[in-house]
């Protein structure tokens, strides 16, 4: 099937460790994203990448690191630094960086005791 | 940045009624969308709506760029249609292009009774 997929679904961890979330995609899409969602908020925008190799701060970069090594992946890791990490967690890609449809993965949630 | 406000913030409708929602935003736009999110936390691309009307089913969506706002007319609501809607738009850069980064609003939780 094609589409995005992120794993784990559901990941608890201890405070102080860091984290990382998975996204692939086998939609040949150049650009993705990395969103995060708190309850009963809207998503913002963690860090993006228009093509391999190359990624931007979004609005909330500070306490994540991404990677973009292969056209089909990008990984977010939430580092210790991240004071708040508890949250939703949604991966994005589309064709290109501007001007049309983005589609989502189904989400990781990430519960930090 | 841009901002995006989306009106109401809680909508409660019965089975069969229609409903409208309201996406507002401050600046030009190259790109708008409409997501429904289930209560599963999925989203669901609804519509790529810049500008114009769209419709599809017993959903349809209008945008008027010229005055920056877009609604999202639901006819005949079902429970399925419980969730949170949410629009994102794309900020317009100088020369037309854009900066590839959506800026999502805060959302409009429906809740439709049977």
């Known amino acids: 099937d094609g589409g995005i997929t992120q794993s784990p679904k559901y990941l608890f961890r201890k405070e102080g460790q860091n984290v990382t979330l998975s996204c692939e995609q086998n939609l040949n899409h150049d650009a993705m994203y990395w969103y995060r969602q708190d309850p009963g908020q809207g998503l913002r925008l963690i860090y993006y990448?228009?093509?391999?190799?190359?990624?931007q701060k979004g609005d909330i970069a500070e306490g994540y690191s991404v990677s973009r090594e292969k056209k089909e992946s990008f990984p977010l890791t939430v580092t210790s630094a991240q004071k708040n990490p508890t949250a939703f967690y949604l991966c994005a890609s589309r064709l290109e960086l501007r001007g049309n449809t983005i589609y989502f993965g189904e989400g990781s949630w990430l519960t930090v005791v | 940045g841009i901002q995006v406000e989306q009106s109401p913030p809680d909508l409660i409708l019965q089975e069969g009624a229609n409903s409208t929602l309201r996406c507002n935003f401050s600046d030009s736009v190259n790109n708008l969308q409409w997501f429904h999110q289930n209560p599963w936390g999925q989203l669901i691309n609804l519509f790529y709506?810049?500008?114009g009307t769209k419709q599809n089913g017993r959903l349809s969506a209008t945008t008027v760029a010229t005055e920056r706002y877009s609604l999202l007319y639901i006819s005949s609501s079902q429970t399925t249609d419980s969730g949170v809607y949410f629009c994102a738009v794309e900020r317009r850069a100088a020369g037309g292009t854009s900066y590839g980064k959506l800026t999502f609003g805060q959302g409009t939780i429906l809740t439709v009774h049977p």
């Open positions: 709506i810049p500008s």
């Open positions: 990448s228009q093509i391999v190799n190359d990624f």
